[in-house]
Structure formats: C-alpha cells, structure tokens
C-alpha cells in the first residue's frame, strides 16, 4: 500500500544485518543490499554493541526505503542481537544475511515475490565465494550442500541457516526461546514443520558465501558449531538424562552419517563429481571435530559456546585463506 505520494507506508522486506564493531565490517554487503533491483522496498535493520561507533557515511544508506541502527550492548550471542533487529522490523517478511555473505541483485525480489504465496520461510541458493581451496569446499558441503547453485528450488524440509527469509510473526511466535533457536536455525526450522509450516527454497535468489578456508580455524568451528546445535536440540528441546546419555554414545557415529548423506547430496549438485573424492578427507576431519562438540552439547549443554562462535561469525575475510571479499558485479555496480 502507498501513501498518496507513492510512497509504500511500510517495507516489504527488513533486512537484518549484525556488526560486532563498525559499519566498516558489513560495507561490501550493504552494497550488495543497495544494488538490488527494489532497494526503494527493504529496510535495512543494523545491530551493533554501541551506535556511537557505528560511522557510516549517510550516503551509503540512501536509497533504502529506510534504516535502523539498533544498538544492542555486549555482543553475547549474535542470536539476541538478531533478535532484537528483528523486533524493530516494519515489514512482515525479515530476511537474515551475514557480513560475509553476498546476495545477487535479484535476491530481495525473489524472497519477496515467493513469500506471496503464503510460504513461512524461503531461502536462496548458495554458491561458494573463495572456492580455491579444499577447506573451503568441505565447509561449503556441511554448511550449504544440499542448496548448492544451481538448484531447481522446491519445498525443502529445511533452508540455509543465518541467510534465510521469515515471516516475522512466525519469529516472534517463539518469544524469549527465539534468540537460541537462532543461533541452530536446523532447529529452528524442524519446529516450524513440525508445527505445520512449510519452507521453500527459492532458485532465483542467489548468494556467494564466504567459507572458512583455513583447515585450524575450522576445527575449532566445528567443535563450537557442534556443541551449539546439540545444546539447542537436547538442552533445548527438554531431552532426558538417558536420551542425552544416547546420544552422547552415539556420537562416534556421527561423522559416518553425515558423510553418507553429504556424500549424497553433493553428488547430485556438484557440478564438478571428481572433486568429491578429493573432498572426502577434509570432510571427515571435519565431521569428527563436529562429532566431539555434539557430545559435549548433548552431554554438558552449550558452556560458552555461543559467546566463543560469536567471535568467528564475523571478519570471515581474516580466516578465508584464498583472497579477499568479492566485488560487485558490474551490472550491480551500475545501481548502486
């Protein structure tokens, strides 16, 4: 709806950004943002520890249909800070992105136009921006495997974590309980099916994602990763001591299954098969660090896990061994 200016009264999309610091940390994506084909219809919802420290160049938020700066104190977990992002949003569909995450200029179109036909939660492809090496690659596939560019899109059982697409009623829905299922959005969206909604994958919005390249910071990644989502399904969930104790057992296994399914999955959207083979050792180094840190969330709950993967969820550039962030495509470069 417009006002009798033209002007729409409200956004159709709220885009949540976090910074731990300065604006200087989310420029590359806020540009990507800015030169999408309907900047005019996103607002662009920014949390940061101290607004004060923020310094951003006005110009370089002009063209939005608006922006928030939302201050949020101590970083502790980046799943509050979305949180309350999310809380100041104007519009009714709330996309989550990353400051290492790069959307295509048809991005926001897409989301918008999917969520129109009544879906909960749309999310894009993903496509891996600092392939060079084999780290990279194997982040890539336990992160963002099974949504791999290209895809056909369709309904999916669950969408890409942290660069995904809500309806902002469904978010709130969870109350105090959003902020963790945030930080393990699998989680999150198994009980979103669970309670009846449905999830779309939607082809035309794209995203390059920027992957840990350096094979000692993944390590440490996957043990905070692991921790984190067990916490959140176990601890979270309300398991028992024995069901917990299963699993805590069952943890060696672990890295065998998800091999299996990766292996799977990739195999149908790897455009490059022999690479797969090449892949299978780092992946299982990985599984097995992601392993340990299942067992410590089943057995012991999160610890400071979040707060400590706060610190690696942002500066991707610092741990992404084969270059520095993308630059705009041209024909995005022109609209910015």
Same mark, same amino acid.
């Given at each position: 709806?417009?006002?009798?200016?033209?002007?729409?009264?409200?956004?159709?999309?709220?885009?949540?950004?976090?910074?731990?610091?300065?604006?200087?940390?989310?420029?590359?994506?806020?540009?990507?943002?800015?030169?999408?084909?309907?900047?005019?219809?996103?607002?662009?919802?920014?949390?940061?520890?101290?607004?004060?420290?923020?310094?951003?160049?006005?110009?370089?938020?002009?063209?939005?249909?608006?922006?928030?700066?939302?201050?949020?104190?101590? +970083?502790?977990?980046?799943? =509050? /800070? *979305? #949180?309350?992002?999310?809380?100041? @949003? $104007?519009?009714?569909?709330? %996309?989550?992105?990353?400051?290492?995450?790069?959307?295509?200029?048809?991005?926001?179109?897409?989301?918008?136009?999917?969520?129109?036909?009544?879906?909960?939660?749309?999310?894009?492809?993903?496509?891996?921006?600092?392939?060079?090496?084999?780290?990279?690659?194997?982040?890539?596939?336990?992160?963002?495997?099974?949504?791999?560019?290209?895809?056909?899109?369709?309904?999916?059982?669950?969408?890409?974590?942290?660069?995904?697409?809500?309806?902002?009623?469904?978010?709130?829905?969870?109350?105090?309980?959003?902020?963790?299922?945030?930080?393990?959005?699998?989680?999150?969206?198994?009980?979103?099916?669970?309670?009846?909604?449905? +999830?779309?994958?939607?082809? =035309? /919005? *794209? #995203?390059?994602?920027?992957?840990? @390249? $350096?094979?000692?910071?993944? %390590?440490?990644?996957?043990?905070?990763?692991?921790?984190?989502?067990?916490?959140?399904?176990?601890?979270?969930?309300?398991?028992?001591?024995?069901?917990?104790?299963?699993?805590?057992?069952?943890?060696?296994?672990?890295?065998v299954v998800r091999l299996w399914r990766i292996v799977r999955?990739?195999?149908?959207?790897?455009?490059?098969?022999?690479?797969?083979?090449?892949?299978?050792?780092?992946?299982?180094?990985?599984?097995?660090?992601?392993?340990?840190?299942?067992?410590?969330?089943?057995?012991?709950?999160?610890?400071?896990?979040?707060?400590?993967?706060?610190?690696?969820?942002?500066?991707?550039?610092?741990?992404?061994?084969?270059?520095p962030r993308p630059t705009l495509a041209p024909?995005?470069?022109?609209?910015?």
């Amino acid at each position: 709806m417009s006002d009798a200016t033209g002007r729409r009264e409200r956004p159709e999309l709220s885009v949540v950004l976090v910074t731990p610091d300065c604006y200087e940390t989310i420029r590359t994506t806020v540009a990507h943002l800015k030169a999408q084909t309907i900047p005019e219809r996103i607002e662009l919802l920014i949390a940061v520890p101290r607004a004060a420290e923020f310094q951003a160049l006005p110009s370089e938020l002009e063209g939005f249909f608006g922006h928030q700066v939302i201050e949020t104190g101590a +970083l502790d977990t980046v799943g =509050r /800070a *979305k #949180v309350e992002a999310i809380r100041a @949003a $104007r519009a009714t569909v709330v %996309a989550l992105t990353e400051d290492h995450a790069y959307p295509d200029p048809d991005w926001a179109a897409a989301l918008v136009a999917a969520h129109r036909q009544g879906w909960a939660v749309v999310g894009p492809v993903v496509r891996n921006a600092n392939p060079a090496t084999m780290v990279s690659w194997a982040d890539m596939a336990l992160g963002y495997g099974p949504w791999l560019d290209p895809h056909p899109g369709g309904e999916v059982d669950h969408l890409p974590g942290h660069n995904s697409s809500y309806k902002r009623d469904v978010l709130l829905g969870y109350g105090e309980a959003l902020a963790e299922l945030l930080e393990a959005e699998s989680v999150l969206q198994w009980n979103l099916r669970s309670r009846g909604h449905r +999830l779309y994958l939607e082809p =035309r /919005a *794209k #995203v390059a994602h920027t992957n840990f @390249a $350096r094979l000692s910071t993944w %390590a440490r990644v996957q043990i905070l990763n692991g921790r984190v989502f067990a916490a959140t399904r176990a601890w979270g969930g309300r398991w028992g001591p024995t069901r917990r104790a299963l699993f805590v057992v069952g943890a060696p296994l672990i890295p065998v299954v998800r091999l299996w399914r990766i292996v799977r999955i990739m195999r149908r959207r790897e455009p490059h098969p022999g690479r797969m083979g090449r892949l299978l050792p780092t992946l299982l180094f990985g599984l097995t660090f992601d392993a340990l840190g299942q067992a410590l969330g089943y057995a012991l709950g999160a610890g400071d896990a979040k707060r400590r993967m706060a610190g690696f969820e942002f500066h991707r550039e610092r741990h992404a061994a084969d270059g520095p962030r993308p630059t705009l495509a041209p024909s995005a470069v022109d609209r910015v």
